[in-house]
């Protein structure tokens, strides 16, 4: 279940990171990328998160509706296709790693040190 706190947040987030053309907040980088990959992957299941994806590739997110980014949100929380924040160290997921952040469970840098302390 999704809850509104959870959903408006990561509205807020696209939103944010669509603004962010300089890399000012963490993990801004990647976005366009990301709904390009959840696009070419069929990762997205809904119809209407679908369109509006394409449509934020194709023309940018900054114009689509309210409705469009809730679509968009929705579907990525429903089918755990984003993650906040490494549960370990607490970084916010950049876009551009969020797909090794969902396979591995933590955040690129967490993923790093944890084989370099199996490696020894």
């Known amino acids: 279940m999704v809850y509104n706190t959870e959903l408006n947040a990561l509205i807020d987030r696209l939103k944010n990171d669509d603004k962010d053309s300089e890399n ?3 993990g801004s980088w990647g976005l366009t990328e990301y709904l390009k990959t959840l696009i070419d992957n069929n990762q997205l ?11 934020a590739v194709t023309d940018g997110i900054s114009l689509l509706s309210d409705a469009q980014l809730k679509a968009i949100a929705l ?10 924040e ?4 607490f970084e916010i997921i950049a876009w551009g790693e969020m797909r090794i952040a969902l396979f591995e469970g933590q955040c690129y840098h967490c993923v790093y040190q944890q084989e370099k302390i199996e490696q020894e």
């Open 24 to 26: 000012v907040n963490p």
């Open 45 to 55: 299941q809904d119809s209407a998160a679908i369109g509006s994806a394409k449509k």
């Open 75 to 84: 579907d990525m929380l429903n089918n755990d296709l984003y993650m906040k």
């Open 86 to 89: 490494c549960p370990n160290c």
